[in-house]
C-alpha cells in the first residue's frame, strides 16, 4: 500500500521569502500531480510530473519529481499572499492516487 | 468551471435523517470518485466507480452507499447522518488510469 507524506503540515512565512514542501511516498510510483486548494474551494491541479528528474513551472512555484528517492518538492519563490492556500501531492498507485494530507500554507505580509 | 458538476452546493439536514449528492462527471471521463473533507482535514477516499462499475473502496461508512448510472452521473447517498457526517463531499472524474482528477466544486454538508 503507498502512503504519502507531507511535510510540513503547517507553513507561515512572510512575503518575498522562499520555502519549500515536501512530499514523501512509501512506494514505486512513476507519476505525482501537485493540486491547490482555496479555503472552502475545490482542488486544482497545479503540475503534473511524469518522470524522474521532470521539472514543472509557473509563476512563483516549481515542482520536481525524484522517483529514486520517492520525493517531490514544491518550491516557493518571493512568495507573495495570493500564494495562501492548502497544497497537496497525490502519486499513482496502481490504477488509483493517493493523496498526502496537504500543506496548509499563509504568506504573512 | 472545471466541468464536475456537483448538487447540491450546500445542504443542511437534521440528525437521522437521509441525503442523496449528485455528481455529473466531465464529459467523456469515464470514472468517478468520492471524497470526503472534514474541517481541517486532509482528504478521505470514498469510493470509485468506472464506468458504472465499483471499482475502488476507501474508508466508506456502512451507511454510505454509492453508484453510478448509465449517463456516468454517480450519487453518493448518506443515511442515518450524525453531527460527524458534517463535511465538504468532493466528486473528481478522471479520463482514464494515471489521468489526474479533475474536482467538482464540492456539496458542503451540515448535520444539526
Known amino acids: 500500500e503507498l502512503k504519502v507524506e507531507q511535510n510540513p503540515l503547517f507553513l507561515s512565512m512572510q512575503e518575498g521569502k522562499n520555502y519549500t514542501i515536501y512530499c514523501n511516498y512509501s512506494?514505486?510510483?512513476?507519476?505525482l500531480y501537485w493540486y491547490r486548494q482555496d479555503p472552502g474551494k475545490s482542488l486544482e491541479s497545479l503540475f503534473v510530473?511524469?518522470?524522474?528528474?521532470a521539472v514543472k513551472q509557473e509563476g512563483r512555484l516549481m515542482a520536481s519529481l525524484d522517483t529514486k528517492a520517492r520525493l517531490s518538492t514544491l518550491h516557493i519563490t518571493a512568495a507573495v499572499h495570493d500564494l495562501s492556500a492548502t497544497y497537496f501531492c497525490?502519486?499513482?498507485?496502481?490504477?488509483?492516487?493517493?493523496f498526502g494530507p496537504g500543506t496548509r500554507l499563509s504568506v504573512l505580509p | 468551471d472545471s466541468g464536475v458538476t456537483q448538487t447540491p452546493k450546500h445542504l443542511i439536514t437534521a440528525t437521522g435523517q437521509r441525503v442523496t449528492l449528485r455528481c455529473s462527471p466531465r464529459?467523456?471521463?469515464?470514472?468517478v470518485y468520492w471524497y470526503q473533507q472534514s474541517l481541517d482535514q486532509g482528504l478521505q477516499f470514498l469510493i470509485q466507480?468506472?464506468?458504472?462499475?465499483?471499482?475502488a473502496k476507501g474508508n466508506i461508512l456502512e451507511r454510505f452507499s454509492a453508484q453510478q448510472f448509465p449517463d456516468l452521473h454517480s450519487e453518493l447517498n448518506l443515511s442515518s447522518l450524525e453531527l460527524g457526517d458534517s463535511a465538504l463531499y468532493f466528486c473528481?472524474?478522471?479520463?482514464?488510469?494515471?489521468?489526474?482528477?479533475?474536482f467538482g466544486s464540492g456539496t458542503r454538508l451540515t448535520v444539526v
Open positions: 473528481a472524474s478522471s479520463a482514464g488510469t494515471g489521468l489526474g482528477y479533475t
Open positions: 512506494t514505486t510510483s512513476d507519476r
Open positions: 510530473l511524469l518522470s524522474n528528474g
Open positions: 497525490a502519486a499513482l498507485y496502481g490504477q488509483n492516487f493517493v
Open positions: 464529459s467523456g471521463d469515464l470514472s
Open positions: 466507480y468506472y464506468n458504472g462499475e465499483e471499482r
